[in-house]
Nanobody, 118 residues
Framework: QVQVMESGGGLVQAGGSLRLSCAAS????????MGWYRRAPGKQRDMVAT???????NYADSVKGRFTISRDNAKNTVYLQLNNLKPEDTAVYYC????????????WGQGTQVTVSS
């Protein structure tokens, strides 16, 4: 079993910054893909940023230049640095990790709330 735990959410004013962390633990074999997704109120869950085991990153257009994803393979942890936050970034942020066993379905955390006030 794999456990995924996010942390670092909170309330911040527009223009502010936050850093989210996501740690994977348990029966991890060949952890490869790691990503952040978010679900705003009344909307579907969308991709925010992803990173492969080789360090290739991908970002949603709405966060390019403001958010940065990174990972520490030794700690099985992925980070998301959120800068210049906007009210429209308000959402529950979820972390997904994938292994060679899980495939694309992966493992999800419970989410962490990010609220940006105007």
């Amino acid at each position: 079993q794999v456990q995924v735990m996010e942390s670092g959410g909170g309330l911040v004013q527009a223009g502010g910054s936050l850093r989210l962390s996501c740690a994977a633990s348990g029966s991890i074999f060949s952890l490869n893909f790691m990503g952040w997704y978010r679900r705003a109120p009344g909307k579907q869950r969308d991709m925010v940023a992803t990173i492969t085991s080789g360090g290739t990153t991908n970002y949603a257009d709405s966060v390019k230049g403001r958010f940065t994803i990174s990972r520490d393979n030794a700690k099985n942890t992925v980070y998301l640095q959120l800068n210049n936050l906007k009210p429209e970034d308000t959402a529950v942020y979820y972390c997904q990790v994938r292994t060679v066993i899980s495939g694309s379905s992966g493992y999800w955390g419970q989410g962490t709330q990010v609220t940006v006030s105007s």
